[in-house]
Each structure stands twice: as structure tokens, then as C-alpha cells.
């Protein structure tokens, strides 16, 4: 059985497109939202309470907000961080 | 792991991606689907409670614990899917085709390994026949049109699903799949040797 002569003129067509290029390429597309996954190592985690200034911890959790969706990092990593600074500005190791 | 493609929606994309996962747990394997489409369909066959499989809706963070993890992935999705591995149906009629040979034309620039399948074909029309035939002779799959699918898709079911055995020509359709899964399969064992030698 032959092939419909259709399927070589769609064929002919679509290899003379080149990289994502489509029949329609003006109209819009699918944005997707990428997720990024941390990939920081697991580290094991205790609570510790604070007393904080209300106006910072509103600026951390836009911070926080922020991050997860620019670099995947999420509170307890940012926090890590900020001590990590902290220890770095008094010179603890 | 294998990618569910084709922009086409309506082409088969969740169908095959439930059933596939279901002829391989009759294989004894453990498969995985993440359902990549806002739609959902794989996620509502999920949530019957009738799939010997796990369906999620994101990628998780740490390899699963499966041995065959199966993308279901979303119509308008031109972006090409990160499998090596991509099984592209498409229904054997021509607007339906040129869509399957534009996303193919792409998968085969950027070194995708193809696996085509033409689904819903129905042999009593000549013109599909002709399409089917000529699909199956350039190396396609066939998943035929067939109650069994829309008897399954009723109670969320799989063709696979012992509640489905009296269905007529269901061994035929189960034995489509089956063939689908075993290129899948050896599409999957070429990459992990590929990776074995590089490596």
C-alpha cells in the first residue's frame, strides 16, 4: 500500500523548518514556570525562638518569597546564610 | 525515563502514558507517572483509586524509587522534553500529522532517540488505513481505535485492569501496548549503555 501523498508534502514541509520554528511562529506559546530544586546538602535542623524586630521578619519573608523562586532557597537556608555573615563579620569560625 | 510529547493535544498523550505505566506493573516493574499537564487527566485516573501505580503532579527532588519513570506532558508544549527519550503519538489524519512532523522534525535535530506511535487509527476508513499502514512501515507503533479505551476511560480505569478482560479485542489492544513498553524498555537500556560506556 502507498503512502498518501500528503504525508511527503507535510514532510517536505516540516523538514524545511529549522530549530523551534513552527508553521505559526507569531502566535504566542506556552510559558512554562521553572522550578528550581535546591541543591544544597541536607543538614540536620533544631528550633531555636527569637524575639525579632516585626518589620524585619516582614522584609524576610518577602525576601524569602523571592529566593525560592530566583535560586530555590528557602528559610532555613536563608537563615543559614545570615548567620554564616554574622560569623564571618565577628570572625567566628 | 521517557518523554510524552507532541504539541497535538488529542493525539493520545495520557492514554498512553497510564497504560504504559500499567502493561509494566504486568511486567513487574514499578513505573511512575508525573503528570506534567494542567488538564490533569493522568492525575484524575490517579485519584479513582483504580491505577497499581503511582501518578505525581511535580518532579521530585530526589531520584524516585521506580524503574521506569514516564513524563506525561502538556498539549501547546513546544519546549523540547528533557528525555532522550521521546514517544510521540499522533493520529492518522493530515492536520494531526503535520503538527507530529514539525515536534519530530525538532526532536530529530536535537538527537532525541523517537519513538513514533499512531493512535486511534480506525482501519475501516480507507484514507486512515493508508496513513496507519505507511506510519507502521516507517517504524511506528499502533494503539488502533477501540472501545476498550473509552470503556476504560468511563470508571478511570486502565485497559490493563482485570474489570476489563470481557472487553472485546482487549487482548489485542493490551498487546499494542505491550509492544509500545518493550521499545520503551530497549530505547531505555541502549541510553543506560550509552551512559556506561561514556562514563
Known amino acids: 500500500m502507498s503512502q498518501p501523498d500528503w504525508m511527503n508534502q507535510e514532510n517536505n514541509r516540516a523538514s524545511k523548518g529549522k530549530g523551534a520554528t513552527t508553521t505559526n511562529p507569531t502566535a504566542p506559546r506556552l510559558v512554562k514556570e521553572k522550578k528550581t530544586v535546591s541543591s544544597a546538602p541536607k543538614v540536620e535542623r533544631t528550633l531555636k525562638g527569637f524575639r525579632v524586630d516585626k518589620t524585619l521578619i516582614a522584609k524576610f519573608d518577602v525576601l524569602v518569597a523571592e529566593q525560592k523562586t530566583k535560586s530555590g532557597k528557602n528559610g532555613p537556608a536563608l537563615i543559614d546564610e545570615a548567620l554564616e555573615l554574622l560569623f564571618k563579620k565577628y570572625k567566628k569560625s | ?199
Request: charge should be negative; proline fraction near 6%.
Open chain 2, 1 to 199: 525515563m521517557v518523554s510524552i510529547w507532541n504539541p497535538k493535544g488529542g493525539q493520545g498523550k495520557s492514554m498512553i502514558s497510564i497504560n504504559l505505566a500499567a502493561a509494566a506493573v504486568e511486567l513487574g516493574l514499578k513505573p511512575l507517572v508525573i503528570c506534567q499537564d494542567p488538564q490533569g487527566t493522568s492525575t484524575l485516573f490517579y485519584n479513582s483509586h483504580n491505577l497499581p501505580f503511582k501518578v505525581v503532579s511535580e518532579i521530585p527532588d530526589q531520584a524516585p524509587d521506580a524503574d521506569l519513570v514516564i513524563f506525561d506532558h502538556q498539549a501547546s508544549d513546544w519546549e523540547l522534553p528533557p528525555c532522550e527519550l521521546v514517544l510521540m503519538p499522533t493520529k492518522p489524519e493530515r492536520s494531526q500529522y503535520a503538527t507530529f512532523a514539525d515536534a519530530k522534525r525538532m526532536a530529530d535535530e536535537a538527537g532525541k532517540t523517537v519513538i513514533p506511535v499512531v493512535t486511534d487509527g480506525n482501519m475501516q476508513r480507507k484514507n486512515e488505513k493508508e496513513t496507519v499502514l505507511a506510519l507502521r512501515q516507517q517504524g511506528a507503533f499502533e494503539i488502533r481505535s477501540s472501545v476498550a479505551f473509552s470503556r476504560a476511560a468511563d470508571d478511570y480505569r486502565t485497559i490493563f485492569d482485570p474489570e476489563l478482560n470481557r472487553v472485546n479485542n482487549i487482548k489485542d489492544r493490551r498487546r499494542e501496548v505491550e509492544a509500545v513498553l518493550s521499545a520503551v524498555l530497549q530505547g531505555v537500556n541502549n541510553k543506560e549503555k550509552q551512559d556506561h560506556v561514556a562514563a
